[in-house]
């Protein structure tokens, strides 16, 4: 399947869009690989430059209340699905604007209210997750569609197995993008798989598997159109082999690369945007002045979303376990080894470590502005607990272990 083949009933707007998306992703890479540079990202950043047309050909083909999964290499899939990029950066360069906060980064972006269910760095991670997604939609009763991206080097991992058999048992709503980018960092896809098509594989759990040019926007559009609408009438999964190229190497912070100059530019010159321009210009009557005009214009967005990614601030030190528990009243008890000294009620979610100060006298221990008296506080053996605790160890400036147990309140207690 070409462009050539599919372009006639796509509408002259919508493959303006499917360029300017493709440029926006493009540019936001650029980007964040520059500010990765200047020491601005703190964590790894894996860039989706060159496999574009996969992320927003699929997901030209979802609807508003749609899902994704995502893997590490997942800012193109979060932009195809329409996250803003300002927060998107926010979030990259830890800020709190961004959709968590600053607290994910790159490899873990979440936009759940956008149907994005988050980034997975764990290899094949998310394609559970999207299998119980999907069969949770039709509990619902909605007819909502799942699509969980995974890269090659995810082909081999048992969980994806587990994931391919469970969605066919459930004929679950859920499309399986492999991005075949050929490297799983430093392996080349050929040494670990014997089969010349990933997508083969999907026979032997019951579904469609079906290979496509990952830089052809419009194959893959037409393939993931049919997908799509085959799980959302109920006929179940379908994996889609996209086979493309990453043109950077594994991750901004891995400069080597082991692929050979001639392998980079064979790929270079089947770039994903660039074949698209060309089609576009010679074969669908686009003016080259207007590819230019969205080509700045995505330049401009990523410009804006970086400048005020840089004007948000970052998050305050001590709010670190923000998110981390559901919210929930606890009651504190400081403890030594012979029993309970003092309890207090406190809400979990305002425990932080700048809640645990102790003042001059060293025998006090002050929990926010609670101060419970300790003549001698011992360090506590915490398997002796009482029913229902765990325990929290702090030192004091003298050196000693002071101990806390939390449990959450009863039914009958108050704060």
Known sequence: MTAAASSSTVPPETLEQLLLQ???IR?????AGALF????????????????AIAVGVCSSLGPDDLITSSHRGHGHCLAKGLDPARMMAEILGRVDGYCRGHGGSMHITAIDSGMLGADAIVAGSSAIAVGAAHGLRLQGRDAVTVCFFGDGAANQGILHEAFNLAAVLDAAVVFVCENNQWAISTPIASVVRVDDIAVRAAGYGFPGVPVDGNDVLAVRDAAGEAVERA????GPTLIEAKSYRIEPHSAARKTDLRSPAELDEWRARDPILRFTRYLVDEAGLAPSRVEELEAQAGREIDDAVEAALASPKPT????????YAPAAYRAILMDGTGQVGAVA???TTLKPADFSFPADPNAFQLGTKTISQADVDALALGA????????????????????????LLPDETE
Do not use: N
Request: proline share 10%; net charge negative; aromatic share 10%.
């Open 385 to 408: 607990l009482p029913g229902g605790f765990q325990g929290m160890v702090v030192t004091g400036p003298d050196s000693k272990v002071y101990a806390l147990a939390l449990r959450p």
């Open 37 to 52: 540079d200047e020491g601005l990202i703190h964590g790894p950043v894996h860039s989706y430059a060159g496999m574009e």
């Open 22 to 24: 493709m440029c926006r």
């Open 317 to 324: 030190p001590g709010d670190e376990l923000e998110h981390v």
């Open 27 to 31: 540019s936001f890479e650029t980007r």
């Open 346 to 348: 406190w809400p979990w």
């Open 232 to 235: 959302r009438s109920g006929a």
